[in-house]
């Protein structure tokens, strides 16, 4: 009987460490995810994590009030890439995903306050780098701005390497300005 009631303990005490060392990852994720913007945005985003298999939904970490979706590092992509986006953010990737026009209603913003990985300035489906697509091995901390006027972005340069803001995917129906954002930002 006593072999039985400590092989009890130590079962429960493992599903306690277990369900501690969740707690602690998923603390872990929301504060990455948190990272990406300044704390008047994140503190009351909604904070989402990757599915764990492809294809299926991504799950709440924490739900928040004021709009805005905060994603940590995407372990599918090269580097650390937390962000923090708005409505519009989410319908440009979610049309990059699914390979259709996307339906920009307003002007909208990304905060990618800690970079991101590498990735093709001029197609937006490129994995590597070619002769032709302005590939940036590392993506410096920015903002995202993406309006359905276009017409905002006449006159930008389209190359990253110009010192400021730049226009990134241009000729597709993805366009959107790029906004270098000093490192620290958030302290």
Known sequence: MKTLTFAAL?????????AQAQTNITQLKIEEAMSAAPPSISANATILD??????????VLRKGSNGWICLPDNPNMPGNNPMCVDSQ???LFSAVAEKRDPNITRTGFGY???G????????PWDTSPTPDNEWME?????IVVVSPDTTILKGLPTKSDNGGPWVMWKGTPYVHIMIPVPKNIQE
């Open 10 to 18: 130590i079962i429960f005490g493992l599903q306690d460490l277990c």
């Open 112 to 114: 990618f306050l800690q």
């Open 50 to 59: 990757y599915p764990s298999e492809p294809g299926g939904e991504k799950i």
């Open 116 to 123: 991101g990985g590498a990735r093709s300035n001029a197609n």
């Open 89 to 91: 953010l989410i319908e």
């Open 138 to 142: 590392m993506q410096v901390p920015h």
